[in-house]
């Protein structure tokens, strides 16, 4: 079964860095297109990027483009999400998924205070 253990969240001042990590176990990793997620406090869950299986191909929301990277290494079984010039509305709870499965991690926590 599928099994997702997010972890790299934390508290960061305004324009900082964090680095996600996402160990996914219990299917064909390197065969599925993964995704990070995000939820605010009163707020739906949202689609930050998504990474295809080969890693070839990633998207973004509007509001994280050119500041998140999404990538992945197939052979350890990992998706990463590099968050650079982060900002106070970027402070949510980060989960990663498999694009095709319904299966959620516990997620990390992510806030952008001063």
């Known amino acids: 079964q599928v099994q997702l253990v997010e972890s790299g969240g934390g508290l960061v001042q305004p324009g900082g860095s964090l680095r996600l990590s996402c160990a996914a176990s219990?299917?064909?990793?390197?065969?599925?297109?993964m995704g990070w997620y995000r939820q605010a406090p009163g707020k739906e869950r949202e689609r930050v990027a998504t990474?295809?299986?080969?890693?070839?191909?990633?998207t973004y929301a509007d509001s994280v483009k050119g500041r998140f990277t999404i990538s992945r290494d197939n052979a350890k079984n990992m998706v990463y999400l590099q968050m650079n010039s982060l900002k106070p509305e970027d402070t949510a709870v980060y989960y990663c998924k498999v694009i095709s499965s319904t299966t959620w991690g516990q997620g990390t926590q992510v806030t952008v205070s001063s």
């Open positions: 219990g299917f064909t990793f390197s065969g599925l297109a």
């Open positions: 990474i295809t299986g080969s890693g070839s191909t990633t």
